[in-house]
């Protein structure tokens, strides 16, 4: 996850473990890079909130030093208190990336796609038994492939990872809600992952879509504003000129 205006930053977290491809995702070589996206990473708020220091050095406010004046005024309001005043308005803050994006899985169906994850040892391929079985009918594929072993995704390490993420997410879930690339568009985007992956992507492709929208047209804008603000100060130097020459 990240967001300078320049390029795209997403960070995706969830409890899921979906199906494997036949084939690496590899770059497009149709698409120039100008983002960049980070997968189950910040898991919680000790790391969310270094992850944001270290890109935009936002720090949580009641972790911020007080300024010197602010504990003289309290200090003073000892003695005489001062009338209350209206808290500022709330609005959210760009911060360092534009998406958060977790996709909401069942634990059920989280380990039904872990269990049900194979590898083909010939091909190197990955599998799923139920979502995702080999193309070929042939029996033999079949007998040749073997459950993936992975540490993180054992039936004993998954189910401490699933207890985790529950744990941490409110935490995350308020540091989340201070951060939006728009004020209107809040950082923190709720996918339901329970669905064929087709329907997650789309869903995703959907998002993405509309920040890169809402972007360029804000980038269309400054644009605009810049280049008129450009040819106010020609005509007005324009003015001066032919006002010192007469």
């Known amino acids: 996850a990240q967001h300078p ?8 977290s969830g409890a899921s473990a979906g199906a494997s491809h036949d084939a690496p995702l590899g770059p497009d070589p149709g698409v120039e890079p100008s983002g960049w996206i980070i997968l189950g990473f910040p898991e919680d ?3 969310f909130a270094l992850f944001e220091r270290f890109l935009s050095g936002w720090v949580e406010p009641s972790a911020r030093p007080a300024p010197e004046a602010e504990v003289q005024r309290a200090e003073a309001a000892v003695l005489a208190p001062r009338p209350p005043e209206e808290p500022a ?3 959210l803050t760009p911060g360092g990336y534009d998406l958060h994006i977790r996709l909401d899985v069942d634990g059920d169906e989280v380990t039904r796609r872990a269990v049900g994850r194979r590898l083909d040892p010939a091909t190197s391929l990955a599998y799923h038994l139920e979502d995702h079985p080999p193309t070929s009918k042939h029996q033999v594929i079949f007998e040749r ?3 993936v072993d992975e540490l993180s995704g054992s039936m004993g390490s998954l189910t401490r990872r699933i207890h985790r993420f ?3 997410q409110p935490e995350m879930d308020f ?3 201070y951060f939006g690339p728009f004020p209107d568009f809040p950082r923190l985007v709720r996918i ?7 329907e997650v992507y ?3 492709d959907e998002q993405a879509a509309m920040l890169l929208q809402r972007k360029r047209a804000h980038q269309a804008r400054r644009a605009s504003e810049a280049e008129a603000e450009r040819v106010a100060a020609a005509a007005a130097a324009a003015e001066a000129q032919a006002a010192a020459e007469s």
Do not use: I, T, Y
């Open 202 to 204: 789309d869903s995703l």
């Open 45 to 47: 708020k000790q790391r």
């Open 192 to 198: 339901d992952a329970n669905r064929p992956m087709e």
């Open 5 to 12: 205006s320049a390029g795209a930053g997403a960070a995706a």
């Open 166 to 168: 529950d744990v941490c």
């Open 175 to 177: 540091f989340l809600s």
């Open 145 to 147: 492939l073997v459950p």
């Open 89 to 91: 308005p709330f609005e």
